[in-house]
């Protein structure tokens, strides 16, 4: 039976764009321990590319990354002060290494021999260990469990066969936990912190929410115990629990220091290598937490970078005040940055010219103890947990119809539709831009500006076209979610001020001519005032407009984007390229307004087929 053109492209669209029902989301996102499956795809994306290519190499020269390596378990591991007696104390903490760093390695290049590797060297310490003695027993525990925390979490969760998972996850719940969640209030501050990262580590891989919780108890009671900042009052603030409970006790626990400015830490005052370790480890716990919808980075942000740009900028040469440690500081500091910069720099914002400088000059940094690898895993990395929020689209169909689809920014994948609409908008149009979840305006080739009011997503209702006004002969539209609505015409562009959500022809006002050469394919907008087009030899061009002959012009891209036909932005730096053969592909641009081309990475796909439309917006500033 031939079908006529119209039932036809219903049933492809339904067919090719059909979602299940979404399942119940896990307790715990996995993996989730230090790195995401987000992030290291993103690493993936960037082997090539540096500081990540350095990393690479690096690691990969390593002796833990050596298919030849080779375990050395035991059942007691005997750990005296500074691991004297050393009795299987370095030899767990690099075999936990070793398996974390073929775990990366097998997620980065889908040689399962890394796997295996990884699973023998996990399956050995499984056999036979069974507990860790002498004084410094609990930070052992704390530098293991936190990388086979890591390797185990990597390993079951993306890739099958590991057949003793269960009963490596029995000795991390029986031998390395109950040290770990107990804390230890009394040591210098890197200890509990250090063992609590291994402790919300491994209370995740386990999906123990009450270990995770009293993790997190942990961490937020030592942190303000750990870095000082003037609103604590004029002593810092006692770990809880400890047996510090005077101000000559909290003094000397602080190694002696009585002035107290903002970033200082309990250790500055004993050494900054120390100090780092304790910096790592918070900024350890608050990535794992965000990978599971817990921001403790809203908490620590503050006395995390005026930590990290303190002892940095003491590090490199800053003069040390006689009032701080008495003039002298012991200069270690070590490669312990890189996963709290990117996350305060990177991600958050902030100046941190002094920590800027000493990560960018360490890179890349190896692996000691607990810390392994992290300029490949976290440096510039922008996942926390990935973009956060919905892109909604509508499309129009040949026939007139209109469609409706949401995507999850964070992993690409359809969350509902396309929803097809009976009705038909009743005119052929040209151009299109949303302006909210239930506002689109459209033109049509006789210049006239249409307002589409919808009134059901679910069954994608809309009441009858609007007519505006004429004058609007634009092949392009997109709307920033600003109160600025952009149109092309012949290559000149023009912005509009909108002055409501569901604007009527007076709500759209100050016809401002920009410029011309803005001869574009397509249009999206990516911000308040920020519009990405593509041209048709293929080039991907940002632009900031600020006013009438006012722009600044941003080439991403030199060729190679000329296959798209509709280009959607809805922020948060995610853009999707739709092409004719109905594929549509998604990108993160990590910081979408600096104008750089080397932190533009593709995604993948979101369909390979199926979307037919003839236009498509997306709803702008819905994903952040």
Not at 30 to 35: K, T
Not at 328 to 338: A, I, N, Q, R, S
Request: aromatic share 10%; charged share 20%; hydrophobic share 40%.
């Amino acid at each position: 039976m031939r079908l006529s053109r119209p039932l036809a492209v219903s049933m492809l669209v339904a067919a090719a764009l059909a979602v299940p029902q979404p399942v119940q989301a896990a307790a715990f996102k996995h993996p989730g321990v230090l790195v995401s499956r987000a992030q290291l795809d993103f690493v993936k994306a960037n082997l090539g590319n540096e500081p990540w290519k350095s990393a690479w190499n690096s690691m990969r020269s390593s002796s833990y990354a050596s298919l030849s390596y080779t375990a050395k378990p035991r059942a007691t591991v005997n750990c005296g002060p500074s691991s004297k007696p050393d009795e299987g104390c370095s030899d767990e903490r690099k075999d936990a290494m070793a398996a974390y760093t073929h775990a990366l390695q097998w997620y980065l290049t889908k040689d399962d021999r890394y796997a295996k590797k990884a699973i023998q060297i996990m399956d050995a310490w499984s056999a036979v260990i069974s507990q860790h003695t002498g004084d410094n027993a609990p930070l052992q525990t704390g530098w293991a469990g936190a990388n086979f925390s890591r390797a185990a979490e990597l390993i079951k969760h993306t890739y099958t066969g590991w057949t003793q998972a269960a009963r490596f996850a029995g000795k991390l719940r029986t031998v390395y936990l109950p040290t770990l969640i107990a804390g230890r209030p009394n040591n210098n501050g890197n200890w509990e912190l250090i063992m609590t990262d291994a402790a919300i580590g491994i209370a995740v891989h386990l999906d123990d929410r009450a270990s995770f919780d009293r993790a997190v108890a942990t961490w937020r009671g030592r942190l303000p115990a750990y870095i000082y900042l003037a609103t604590d009052g004029s002593l810092p603030k006692a770990p809880p629990g400890s047996k510090y409970d005077t101000k000559a006790e909290i003094i000397d626990y602080w190694h002696g220091q009585t002035t107290f400015v903002d970033g200082l830490t309990q250790e500055t005052c004993r050494d900054f290598w120390h100090t780092g370790w304790g910096l790592a480890a918070i900024s350890h716990v608050a990535e794992t937490a965000g990978h599971q919808g817990v921001d403790l980075y809203a908490t620590a942000k503050h006395r995390l970078r005026l930590a990290m740009d303190l002892h940095a900028r003491l590090q490199l040469g800053g003069t040390v005040p006689s009032w701080l440690c008495g003039g002298k500081v012991t200069k270690d500091l070590g490669e312990h940055f890189e996963v709290g910069y990117n996350a305060l720099n990177h991600r958050l914002g902030y100046a941190m010219p002094s920590a800027t400088k000493w990560v960018e000059q360490n890179r890349p940094v190896g692996a000691s103890h607990f810390l392994g690898w992290e300029t490949l895993t976290h440096a510039r990395n922008p996942h926390f947990g990935g973009p956060k929020g919905e892109t909604l689209v509508y499309g129009v169909l040949p026939d007139g119809r209109l469609t409706y689809t949401t995507i999850n920014a964070a992993t690409g994948r359809r969350t509902r539709g396309a929803v097809l609409s009976t009705a038909t908008l009743g005119f052929t149009p040209k151009a299109m831009a949303t302006i909210d979840a239930d506002t689109i305006l459209v033109t049509d080739a006789e210049g006239k500006l249409y307002r589409i009011d919808v009134t059901s997503r679910d069954s994608l209702a809309f009441k009858p076209p609007v007519l505006l006004g004429s004058g609007y002969p634009h092949d392009l539209l997109a709307y920033d979610g600003a109160g600025h609505l952009f149109g092309i015409t012949n290559g000149t562009l023009h912005r509009y001020t909108v002055t409501a959500a569901q604007p009527a022809l007076d709500d759209i006002t100050d016809n401002i001519v920009i410029g011309g050469g803005f001869t574009l394919k397509t249009l999206t907008a990516t911000g308040a005032d920020w519009i990405l087009g593509t041209t048709a030899g293929g080039q991907l061009i940002s632009y900031n407009i600020s006013g009438a002959g006012s722009w600044k012009r941003y080439q991403l891209r030199d060729s190679t984007w000329q296959g798209f036909d509709h280009l959607l932005s809805p922020g948060g730096g995610v853009y999707y390229g739709h092409h004719p053969n109905g594929s549509v592909h998604r990108y993160l641009d990590i910081n979408p307004y600096d104008g750089r081309k080397d932190d533009l990475i593709g995604q993948g796909t979101v369909d390979t087929e199926g979307w037919v439309q003839t236009l498509l917006s997306a709803q702008p500033a819905t994903v952040t």
